[in-house]
């Protein structure tokens, strides 16, 4: 007898608790709601907006001119692709470290003419248990001249060192001269200023 109003009882509590808890959560949320936003457009008319006062509007305010076309790069886009050869070239010859078995002078072969690839090979490092490295990253490029048969691009360089744990970031620049052999740029000097 006393199983069955005990469990009356904790019905009707639960039940009951339930029912507030339930009203709570119903009231916060409708609380926390935001209005809708008004999608009402104003009526339309047909007549153009007027200018109370004509004399302080001009027509010339409302042309739009494009901004001209700028280039620096004369004989676009040929001398962009001289450019961007320049580029490439700097970044993968001038980042490398004792340590990658002159990868970079490997990936700038096919970029560079034959008397430039003979120089290339003379400028491997030797392996070492110390670490030293360098990463070359080019900041600024212009070409400085250009032909059909030839460029030179100048080339500013930000380039993080790492000697023996010291590290520090240095700065250069440098021309990079290519011939066109064929269709394609190949760097044929570097010079670092």
């Known amino acids: 007898m006393y199983t069955d109003i005990r469990k009356r ?8 608790l339930g029912l507030i808890v339930l009203l709570l959560v119903a009231y916060f949320v409708l609380k926390n709601r ?25 027509p010339e305010q409302f042309i739009i001119t494009p901004p001209p076309k700028t280039t620096n790069e004369p004989g676009e886009p040929d001398a962009l692709y001289a450019k961007q050869t320049a580029r490439l070239f700097v970044e993968r010859f001038a980042s490398y470290s004792n340590q990658n078995d002159n990868v970079h002078i490997e990936n700038v072969l096919p970029m560079v003419t034959e008397t430039m690839a003979a120089w290339v090979k003379t ?4 392996p070492s248990e110390v670490y030293e490295g360098l990463v070359t990253t080019v900041v600024a490029s212009t070409v400085s001249s250009y032909s059909s048969t030839g460029a030179e691009v100048r080339v500013d360089v930000q380039q993080a060192v790492d000697d023996t744990g010291e590290k520090r970031t240095e700065y250069k620049t440098g021309r990079v001269v290519l011939v066109k052999v064929g269709s394609e740029w190949k760097v044929d000097a570097l010079y670092w200023e």
């Open 9 to 16: 009882i904790l019905t009707t509590i639960f039940l009951v």
């Open 34 to 58: 935001k209005p809708p936003e008004d999608t009402t457009l104003p009526p339309a008319t047909d007549a153009p907006p007027s200018f109370t006062d004509s004399s302080s509007v001009s």
């Open 123 to 126: 400028q491997q490092t030797e």
